[in-house]
């Protein structure tokens, strides 16, 4: 732990579900994050701050002007600069004990399964589906939980998919590990349950081609860093088998269930 835990992490250490337990297993926690854009910006900044000790960050990106209406971990002076190197900068300046590591390579059919299964828990930040495929079969074969984020326009989505669904009573639990939910077997559903096929080429726009407003990165990330925390701490409530909606213009917040449409039933 650092010289300076119990003044940096006051604020959580206070909380009854999080405490020393709690906080011990954030440090522990192993986080591997896909895409350091919009969704990934926020995701490491609050995970980070909130004591998370090992980061795998993947991306194959530069910072490029474009990122910086919404990118907001990154500067003019970044760019050019591999984001997943910038990001861990950014990491360590916050918090040298943080242990991150770094791959400046695309997610592939190659790599995905050794990527993910290093960490206890994924987050998808990438903008596209066979990412979101790809991290979702890695997931699924290795039993790993991901959150699932996606922006277009005004509008985002929020999900948890291949979780385990039954954990221990917030305030009766005693967190030693992130692991000390995983002793059941009720896994919820995974994306290709809900959407067995990608959409056909054209069908959906990506957050390049629709466009998006800035600050709605910033909302749903958070929304992806607090079903992180929510998983690593045992606590209730997880996006497991729902799915959250967010629009900007009415801040309206709609979850609904998640169907099995596939032959998993």
Known sequence: MEPDFLDRYQRQLSLRAVGMGGQRALRAARVTIVGLGGLGCPVVQYLAAAGVGNFLLVDADRVSLSNLQRQILYTQNDIGRFKVEVAKEWIQKQNPQIIVEVYTEMLSAEN??????????????????????LINDACASANKPWVYGSIAKFEGQVAVF????????????NITTPEFSQHSALRSLNYRDVFSKPPGEGEIQNCAEAGVLGALAGIIGSFQAMEVLKWILGLHGLL???????????????????VNNSDRK
Request: charge should be negative.
């Open 162 to 173: 291949n979780a385990v669904t039954t954990t221990p009573e917030v305030e009766n639990h």
């Open 240 to 258: 497991a088998n729902q799915m959250l909606t967010y629009n900007a213009i009415d801040h309206s917040i709609v979850k609904f269930q998640l």
């Open 112 to 133: 995905a399964t050794a990527y993910l299964a290093l960490a206890d828990i994924v987050v998808d930040c990438t903008d596209n589906f066979a990412a979101r495929y």
